[in-house]
């Protein structure tokens, strides 16, 4: 079974920085695109920032120029670099990846998420 785990919120001031971090494990054969998604109370899920396997990158436009992802193949590990934090960022963090992995008898692609971290900004 392929579980995922993020670490990194907690409560930080305006103004300042936080990095996710977002680690798969279980019988994993390839990792593709990872994304980083949140939500807010009240809110939608919003997908925040992607990274694909061969690292190209894509942004929410009200994270572009602050936000950063990243990714650690060899540690099946995705990072989210959050600069400049805004109370607006205010919310739970989710990563999500696509991932091959072998289940049981078989080898699957499927999407597996992560519970969320927490990430509080005040102003």
């Known amino acids: 079974q392929v579980q995922l785990v993020e670490s990194g919120g907690g409560l930080v001031q305006a103004g300042g920085s936080l990095r996710l971090s977002c680690t798969a494990s279980g019988t994993i054969l390839s990792i593709n695109t990872m994304e980083w998604y949140r939500q807010a109370p009240g809110k939608q899920r919003e997908l925040v920032a992607q990274?694909?396997?061969?690292?190209?990158?894509d942004y929410v436009d009200s994270v572009k120029g602050r936000f950063t992802v990243s990714r650690d193949n060899a540690k099946n590990t995705v990072y989210l670099q959050m600069n400049d934090l805004k109370p607006e960022d205010t919310a739970v963090y989710y990563c999500k990846g696509i991932i091959t992995a072998r289940q049981r008898m078989t080898v699957m692609t499927d999407a597996y998420w992560g519970p969320g971290t927490q990430v509080t900004v005040s102003a």
């Open positions: 990274i694909l396997s061969g690292g190209t990158t």
